[in-house]
């Protein structure tokens, strides 16, 4: 008896290895198929993928004592399955160009392209990827750093390595992103507080005064105003001020445009009085109009 019972001991032990080799292939394949539906290019597949994967993470980490937040939890998750943790990352890189192109690139989606559920998964889906310590992240938080703060803040993360990306973004033909590709290069590029990266914010902003759009142009000169040097730039405000070309609706704070508003006009003459009464950056208040 004593000796079946070792045979069926032993049994047992020699089987473990092929049991947990076949429930780790089970496992590898069930992710691979997550990885797939990742880059299948269609908006609700990828999200029932992405949703699937956050599933996943989260019921593995019910394992762990210390409560995490979900990126955290899909970084332990990537470590712990190092075979496809690679593929996870571009499979969610890929996602979310995908999803770039169709809440923000495509300016006339049809009407029923997407619901609301479908704008909160693409803001999870930003703060996800912007969570990962990867640099291949960099182009897709470029494509989706007008929608705020949390790719702003991915990409401000990886410093001088998206200055690349981000010059590009500043030749779109999309004025807002322009816009907000100038306020990330030059957050980045004032970090350095070197010569050589001075030199290219001063670069950046004259180059940005001369742009078409408005948006571009009034955030270049309000970015003269929070600069150490500002006071090399008075003439140049002074010129803005009188001659910027573009008018909307409405009626200055300052009353500077008489009953008319040219805003960045008014955004010039905010820097002036800024400069002249030696006060922090935006500190007077001209550029909303009234009406």
């Given at each position: ?18 049991y ?37 993470t ?64 693409y ?8 969570s ?33 990306p ?62 150490d ?63």
């Amino acid at each position: 008896m004593l000796k079946r019972l070792s045979i069926f001991i032993v049994g047992i032990a020699l089987s473990w290895p092929v049991y947990a080799q076949q429930g780790s292939s089970e496992d590898n394949s069930k992710l691979s198929d997550i990885v797939a539906r990742l880059q299948s290019g269609d908006l609700h597949t990828g999200e029932a993928a992405f949703n699937d994967l956050m599933t996943r993470t989260a019921s593995e980490e019910r394992n762990y004592p210390q409560p995490q937040t979900s990126s955290d939890s899909l970084g332990k998750f990537l470590v712990r399955h190092p075979d496809q943790g690679d593929q996870i990352k571009l499979g969610l890189v890929h996602l979310l160009a995908t999803e770039n192109h169709l809440f923000i690139q495509d300016k006339n989606p049809p009407a029923d392209a997407y619901t609301d559920d479908d704008l909160e998964h693409y803001k999870q889906l930003v703060y996800t990827v912007a969570s990962l310590n990867d640099e291949r992240v960099i182009p897709v938080l470029v494509g989706a750093m007008t929608t705020g703060g949390i790719a702003e803040r991915g990409l401000l993360k990886y410093g001088e390595a998206a200055l690349g990306p981000l010059r590009e973004a500043l030749t779109s033909s999309d004025a807002l992103v322009r816009a907000r590709a100038l306020g990330i290069s030059l957050t980045i590029l004032k970090q350095k507080k070197d010569p050589a990266s001075h030199a290219q914010v001063l670069s950046l902003i004259n180059k940005s005064l001369k742009d078409p759009a408005l948006v571009v142009r009034g955030h270049a000169v309000q970015e003269i105003d929070c600069l150490d040097d500002r006071k090399d730039f008075v003439s140049v405000l002074e010129q803005i001020a009188k001659n910027d070309p573009d008018q909307l609706l409405g009626k200055a704070l300052d009353g500077g445009d008489g009953d008319q508003f040219y805003p960045v006009r008014a955004d010039a003459r905010r820097a002036l009085r800024d400069i002249q009464s030696n006060t922090g950056c935006g500190h007077s208040s001209a550029a909303k109009p009234k009406g």
